[in-house]
């Protein structure tokens, strides 16, 4: 269905589309990274280092819907390269709305294989910038957007005076370059500092409770009936 759709692409019809969704003021979600894991094959690794946070069995599950649900059982390489181009005409469909001036906001529809919650909106802001949004507009798909969207834009979405403390501090300029998103030095949440040492240990929490997840649990030891 969607192969058809692009066959059927009209860049007027499109047009006219995007000034619809401008003048009712209306914001969009691509989800590209969730349609990258679906499209790209290469794109989902089951080895991902960051895979510590989640399951043990999300490697499997991820394989699983990976090659019978998406792939439905395998693909071929005529599909493959279909599954690509479309890939491409998602991302020019991104940047022609953001041309248009229609509201994007960054999302990952966490749960898709390749889709790590927290970590995945990283990779959503890369795909942003490299279907064509600038760096600045790819920081406001998380920002300032979602505040506009959930009718706060008096109280978050931005750094100002009076305005809710939720903080990323980076060691380097996402300006420059997008990945830099990464590069966490700390985070404030509402207006409480959570610096590198206490970052790493929540860390830790979580990959240590991840890893527990679905292990079976052991018998309690036999006690000495009282007397």
């Keep these: 269905m969607e192969w058809d759709a692009v066959g059927a692409h009209s860049r007027s019809a499109a047009t ?21 894991a679906i499209d790209l094959p290469d794109f989902v690794r089951t080895d991902d280092p960051l895979l510590r946070y989640l399951p043990p069995d999300t490697p499997e599950a991820w394989s699983f819907l990976q090659d019978q649900v998406f792939h439905d059982g395998g693909r071929s390489p005529e599909v493959e390269a279909r599954r690509r181009a479309l890939f491409e005409h998602r991302r020019a469909a991104v940047a022609a709305m953001d041309a248009a001036g229609v509201r994007l906001l960054a999302g990952t529809d966490n749960g898709t294989p390749g889709t790590l919650p927290g970590f995945a909106l990283h990779d959503e802001l890369e795909l942003l910038v490299g279907a064509g949004l600038t760096p600045m507009r790819a920081l406001q798909t998380a920002t300032l957007e979602p505040a506009r969207f959930l009718g706060r834009e008096d109280r978050a979405g931005t750094i100002q005076p009076g305005r809710t403390a939720d903080l990323v501090v980076l060691d380097a300029d996402p300006l420059h370059d997008i990945r830099n998103t990464t590069r966490i030095h700390a985070v404030v949440v509402e207006g409480r500092w959570v610096g590198p040492a206490e970052r790493r240990e929540l860390l830790a929490t979580a990959a240590a409770v991840a890893a527990q997840i679905g292990v079976p649990a052991q018998p309690s030891p036999a006690r000495t009936p009282s007397r």
């Design 16 to 36: 006219a589309l995007f000034d619809r969704i401008v003048a009712a003021d209306v914001a969009v979600c691509p989800t590209l990274v969730m349609h990258a």
